[in-house]
């Protein structure tokens, strides 16, 4: 039952971040473990059966296939920042 309740609530925040102009994404899987001991909680009594991430679009879309090969490269782009071999620069 609670992962249907689960799906409801995906799908009406699905609905909800496109209306506000949003990126929602639902993922397929997590470290429930992982998520049990950043939230300080008993992994048998309170547990994690969904991830979602949400997060702002890109202010206009990538238009030529070289400007997205520069961004995958790590090149120049006008709104993302520059990337190095080491990181974020």
């Not at 994404?25 to 049990?36: I, N, Q």
Request: charged residues 20%; proline residues 4%.
């Amino acid at each position: 039952m609670t992962l249907k309740h689960v799906g409801v609530l995906f799908q009406t925040m699905y609905l909800a971040a496109t209306a506000m102009g949003l990126a929602p994404c639902a993922l397929g899987g997590g470290d429930a473990d992982l998520f049990a001991r950043a939230a300080s909680t008993d992994y048998r009594a309170e547990t994690s059966v969904g991830e979602f991430l949400l997060a702002s679009q890109r202010r206009e879309p990538m238009g030529a296939v070289s400007e997205i090969a520069n961004v995958l490269a790590g090149g120049p782009s006008d709104d993302l920042p520059s990337v190095d071999r080491k990181g974020w620069a």
